[in-house]
């Protein structure tokens, strides 16, 4: 059985979210990996503590083991089952059980505070909140080295939503003037709090290519970051950088440089269409729009908080992405 192992960084921040629509997006990856139904009718199982809920889920939030089971069947070749639990806990885990799974057989999704919990993954979100915070308390806690490793040497599949986004970047505008630790692994300059204070969040309709979906996704944006520069790539220097770049921007310590270039994968089309005329588009307005989301090989960054929406779609796609790369590694190891 291949166990593929997701944690979200819960030092701070809305990763209670995050691991709310992990679930339901492997819950509907399973899905559409069945093949024509015929042979079995999958199941679906839930155990927590007595009188509890799921980890991370309100009790709205989880259908009910008949709901599930009685939602949809599937043929059946291999058990799959999907189990999410806070580390170090007695709570017995969330678990999903389904039928036919092309070669992942088992999800866990975990809430990672240490580095050993963070060793324990094959990929990771690094959830919205406030990036100074999550540097000041992942590096008291020793978490800090440990993340550049997962993301900079290791590789491993990473997401990062507003603040994640932030931390990701090799270089960064606006840090507070203490400074700011960053991890590092995105080859783009950010600038933070890019739309103003908290009062001047706002919400848009974006067209993400990616999704292969032509319904717009709800977006919201908090003291949202935009990428504003595509830098080249970094390299490794055997030092570690000045705290200070050019324009005073912070850098994320070096690292081996990425053969990956980096992908624009959506753009913000001007305010006057998200907030003010939801019928202007950015052709109209002569300009292609702010950089709200990029990919640069194992490491994927949105300006935006996808997890405060309720539509599971990004996470849908990013998890069959980590799938990828999961079968990747495995092919990759038996070649060996």
Known sequence: MTNLTVGVLALQG??????TLLRQAADDWLRQQQHEPSTATATATTTTAPGSSPPGASPSSHASPHTDADRWNADADADAHISTRKPNTDEEPTTITTTNLT???????LEIRTPPELARCDALI???????????????????????EFVKVARKSVWGTCAGLILLAESANETKATGQELIGGLDVRVQRNYFGRQVESFEAELHLPFLQDAHP???????????????????????????SGEDGAKQAAPRQSTKPPVEILGRLPGRAKSIRDKTTTA????EEGDIIAVRQGNVFGTAFHPELTGDGRIHRWWLGEVVKAKMEELKASQGA
């Open 103 to 109: 070669h992942i057989s088992h999800f866990t999704f």
């Open 14 to 19: 809305a990763f209670v979210e995050h691991l």
């Open 283 to 286: 052709e109209d307005l002569g």
């Open 126 to 148: 690094l959830p919205g909140g406030e990036s100074t915070s999550i540097s000041l308390i992942a590096a008291r806690t020793g978490l800090l080295e440990p993340l550049r």
């Open 217 to 243: 996704f709800h977006s919201v944006f908090i003291r949202a970051p935009v990428v504003e520069k595509v830098l080249s790539p970094t390299t490794t220097s055997g030092s570690v950088p000045p705290p």
